[in-house]
């Protein structure tokens, strides 16, 4: 059983669309973090969110922690060829190292000029 | 100011062979956390060291075994490696004091084919 649940798995969209993708748990994470992966390197972190409800932006991306701690989404605004890549949210459990995350399965993104 | 580095970034090995793969950590860091990342998966948390000692250790078995050096450096040794070994290993680091969420930096992996 995936502690993590990334959805949608695979994502196909054109230049210029938005999109949202989800990272769902039954458990309560301290924090969240969301990273990107291009084939052939390791995970680059975007951003950790930490406080129920929180929001954050780095520039077209649009982080949201959900209120209860168990859930996140990732919105990208005119999505371009260079947002293509794996996308990965991975938690921190309470008590949990700085080492320990749990990792969802990912959303392999491509986006069609 | 160098990341993570990792060596070697591919490995070809057959069953039953052991493995060592090496991790330099970003400077200034001196916690080590290792990963496994198969095909089509998130990677998987194998354990963490720091200050020389293994800290907090996933669900993996005996056989995957590691240390880190004075030099905050770390090993990640897989004895009777298995087909289901097959996969990316990571190597993350981060700065153990601080707040909580220190972040941690990847390095771009070790790709292990085992035949």
């Known amino acids: 059983t995936q502690l993590l649940e990334q959805s949608p798995q695979f994502l196909s969209i054109q230049e210029g669309e938005n999109l949202t993708v989800y990272c769902n748990s039954s458990s309560v994470f301290s924090s969240l973090q969301w990273y990107r992966q291009e084939p052939g390197e390791g995970p680059v972190l975007l951003v950790t969110v930490v406080t129920g409800g929180e929001v954050k932006k780095l520039k077209r991306l649009t982080f949201q922690f959900g209120d209860a701690r168990k859930d996140s989404s990732l919105h990208i605004t005119a999505a371009q060829t260079g947002d293509t890549g794996l996308y990965l949210c991975a938690g921190r459990r309470y008590g949990g190292s700085q080492g320990n995350l749990i990792f969802g399965k990912g959303t392999k993104l491509s986006v069609k000029p | 100011d160098a990341g993570v580095t990792q060596s070697p970034t591919h490995l070809i090995k057959t069953r039953g062979q052991q493995v060592t793969l090496r991790c330099s950590p970003k400077s200034g860091h001196d916690t080590v956390s290792w990963y496994q990342q198969a095909l089509g998966q998130g990677p998987q948390f194998i354990f963490q060291?720091?200050?020389?000692?293994?800290?907090q250790r996933g669900n993996f078995p005996d056989r995957f075994s590691g240390h880190q050096f004075p030099n905050y450096s770390s090993e990640l040794n897989v004895n009777a490696l298995l087909l289901g070994d097959s996969a990316l290993y990571l190597c993350?680091?981060?700065?153990?004091?601080?707040?909580?969420?220190?972040?941690?930096?990847f390095g771009d992996g070790t790709r292990l084919s085992i035949l």
């Open positions: 060291y720091y200050e020389e000692e293994e800290r």
């Open positions: 993350a680091s981060s700065l153990r004091s601080g707040a909580g969420n220190q972040p941690q930096h």
